[in-house]
């Protein structure tokens, strides 16, 4: 259940209703909107009759809600959440873009990568260090040595970095060096790395597990937001069918149904959603159409030498030209993409 307390509520009366339900052994979670406070009631405790709360002073109404998923749900928060990450605003009308390598594999790689992105208009540089590969043989990311490299990449450009953790023990590393922690597809149920991205407090971008439902998508975002942390990215990354000519079927219906059940800023990924670069502009342009707040884009100076998904890397000139086709459809819709951030020669 959730309280929606009345715009003109105090904060001794918001502490009224938090009385009464810490009474009868629930928790709650406020979320502090600018227009109202919401108070959801979390946990079992002893069963809560809703009309005592409902006639405290400053309630508007208590509204069930009937998801399992409560904090990620927009009964819950109607309003769209947004948070800034240095100065680019994730959610609202400007769409965030990431870009760059799969994975980080050199100094100047990644240095090179992150100026050409910049350049772009790209405003967060994405870059793998520690790698969820399928096979052991492969290239598993230069770890703490690829995060010192784009920690150097960031300071130089000034671009905020996204990088995987994939064991909760390394979360506190990560965070030493990146502003956003991913979640990768492989690791969207493993609750134990939840509750430590949770902790962190730490700008979180979640992506969909391959086979997942929305519902259990969505119960993945609620363990880190039960731990207060609201900054919170969901990722549409394509799921996995029949079908075996693309990488993966990019389901550009998860971008408005996930924006319909939740508040929780959605970025596509159309490069792991398609798996061949040829594809990943029209993936980009459509999900852009369909609402997403921003995309994520593997980029590489040269995709033929790259040590993973070169095949789904845009050259940077490609995700040029495609940064001003998503601006024009971004525009076309209501949003739009700041490209300002472009150097200048
Ligand atoms: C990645 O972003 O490089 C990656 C491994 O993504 P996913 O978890 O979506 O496969
Ligand atoms: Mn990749």
New binding site residues.
């Given amino acids: 259940m959730i309280v929606i307390m009345k715009p003109s509520a105090t904060m001794s009366q918001v502490s009224a209703v938090i009385g009464l339900i810490e009474e009868k052994g629930y928790r709650v979670h406020l979320s502090e909107g600018e227009e109202r406070t919401i108070v959801g009631i979390i946990g079992s405790g002893a069963p809560i009759n809703k009309d005592p709360i409902q006639l405290l002073p400053g309630v508007d109404r208590v509204v069930p809600v009937g998801k399992p998923f409560k904090l990620a749900s927009r009964e819950f928060h109607p309003d769209d959440t947004h948070f800034p990450i240095g100065n680019v605003m994730i959610g609202g009308h400007g769409l965030a873009i990431m870009a760059g390598p799969?994975s980080v594999e050199s100094r100047s790689q990644i240095i090179e990568t992150a100026y050409a992105v910049k350049e772009a208009g790209a405003h967060i540089l994405r870059g793998?260090a520690f790698k969820p590969r399928s096979s052991p043989y492969s290239f598993q990311g230069m770890g703490e040595e690829g995060l010192r490299y784009m920690k150097e990449a960031s300071e130089l450009t000034g671009l905020p970095i996204i990088t995987e953790v994939m064991e909760p023990a390394l979360v506190p590393l990560v965070c030493e060096y990146a502003d956003i922690l991913q979640i990768g597809a492989r690791n969207m149920q493993n609750y134990a790395l939840l509750h430590a991205v949770g902790r962190s407090q730490h700008p979180v971008l979640l992506k969909r597990g391959m086979s997942s439902l929305m519902e259990e998508w969505l119960m993945c975002a609620e363990y880190i937001l039960s731990h207060g942390n609201t900054r919170v990215m969901l990722c549409e990354r394509g799921i996995r069918t029949f079908e075996k000519y693309t990488r993966n079927t990019f389901d550009i219906n998860a971008i408005p149904v996930a924006k319909h059940l939740s508040h929780l800023p959605v970025i596509a990924d159309p490069s792991?959603a398609t798996g061949k670069w040829e594809y990943v502009g029209a993936a980009a342009r459509a999900a852009v159409a369909a609402g997403a707040d921003g995309l994520i884009i593997?980029v590489h100076p040269e995709p033929e030498k790259a040590m993973?998904?070169g095949a789904q890397s845009l050259k940077p000139e490609k995700f040029a030209a495609l940064v001003l086709e998503m601006k024009a459809i971004a525009q076309a819709v209501g949003r739009d993409i700041e490209v300002s951030n472009k150097v200048l020669a």
Avoid: F, K, L, M
Wanted: aromatic share 0%; proline share 0%; with cysteine.
């Fill in positions: 799969c793998g792991h593997e993973s998904d």
